[in-house]
């Protein structure tokens, strides 16, 4: 059985890689003037610069959603979650 400190190390880790995945896949992370991109492959942009009057508008922003940028993020974002757990949860002999 591992030490206390050992699962408290392992959570903090988990815990840290997990934001920061979910933050490179899909928090506003590229932005200029008034046109948002959300994720490192932009499955959303909000654009307020020159909407185009559709019927997708959040406040003054045109949401522009690209389904298959966003299943590419995801599967990426489990992939690398996945590649977490393994890193954190590895055999050590």
């Not at 059985?1 to 699962?7: D, E, G, V, W």
């Not at 009057?53 to 996945?82: C, H, I, K, M, Q």
Request: charged letters at 10%; one cysteine or more; aromatic letters at 16%.
């Amino acid at each position: 059985m591992l030490p206390p400190q050992s699962h408290i190390g392992r959570g903090v880790a988990l815990a840290v890689g997990f934001v920061v995945l979910s933050w490179l896949f899909f928090a506003p992370i590229m932005g200029f003037h008034h046109i948002i991109a959300c994720g490192i492959l932009a499955p959303v942009v909000l654009n307020g610069e020159t909407p185009q009057g559709t019927d997708l508008l959040w406040n003054e922003y045109e949401v522009r959603f690209f389904p298959g940028r966003f299943a590419v993020s995801l599967l990426l974002w489990g992939l690398g979650l996945w590649l977490l757990f393994r890193l954190v949860y590895r055999k050590r002999h």
